[in-house]
Each structure stands twice: as C-alpha cells, then as structure tokens.
Nanobody, 126 residues
Framework: QVQLEESGGGLVQAGGSLRLSCAAS????????MGWFRQAPGKEREFVAA????????KYADSVKGRFTISRDSAKNTVHLQMNSLKPEDSAVYYC???????????????????WGQGTQVTVSS
C-alpha cells in the first residue's frame, strides 16, 4: 500500500514556474514507477510525465516536453514535477500516481497506475 500527497500547486502568471511535490508513504516506494497526470474541468485525466522506478528514464507528453521535468528522490520518498514556461492551457488539477510494477516503467495510461494522490490545483493566468 502506498499513500501519496501532492503539494506545490497555486496561481501563477503565464511564463512562470511552479514545482510540484509528491510525498509518498508506505513500503517499497523505490520499486514503483511514478507518474504525473492532470485533469482540467470537463476533460479526461491525461498523462503528463513518468519516471522509472530507478529514476534513470523519463517520458513526457508532447505538450509539456522541454518545459516540465520529473524527478524522484527515493531516499526521501518524493517525486517532483518542475514546471517552467507555464501556459494557461496547463491549468488543471495535477495528480501524482504510483504505477503497477509488473506492468513496467513509463506507462501513459491511467489504468497502469494503482495509487493516486488527492491532487493539487494549478492555475495559470494569461
């Protein structure tokens, strides 16, 4: 069982930056591939970024590539999402998720993730 809690969301102007954090508790966190997803009002939850259990590989949605960076610190049981050059279309609730290890790393589908945080709101004003 893994519990996840996101923080770091807020209101920022277009072009600004935010750093989201996901604190994990529970056993064997370092074995889980991790991901960030987001959901805007009236839209489906979508993949943003993923990181392998080792931290050695990452994957990004095309819409955020070059602007967002995912990282993990397994010693501190945390995952971060550094978001730069934010755009109004990045506004959404952002969720941290722990993947199902047997499915492998860097999965983009929501069904590949077993545990979810409660989400943190990111609002980018134009």
């Amino acid at each position: 069982q893994v519990q996840l809690e996101e923080s770091g969301g807020g209101l920022v102007q277009a072009g600004g930056s935010l750093r989201l954090s996901c604190a994990a508790s529970g056993r064997a966190f370092s074995r889980y591939p991790m991901g960030w997803f987001r959901q805007a009002p009236g839209k489906e939850r979508e993949f943003v970024a993923a990181i392998s259990w080792s931290g050695g590989a990452t994957k990004y949605a095309d819409s955020v590539k070059g602007r967002f960076t995912i990282s993990r610190d397994s010693a501190k049981n945390t995952v971060h999402l550094q978001m730069n050059s934010l755009k109004p279309e990045d506004s959404a609730v952002y969720y941290c998720a722990a993947g199902i290890p047997r499915l492998g790393d860097l999965r983009v589908g929501v069904t590949s993730y077993d545990y979810w945080g409660q989400g943190t709101q990111v609002t980018v004003s134009s």
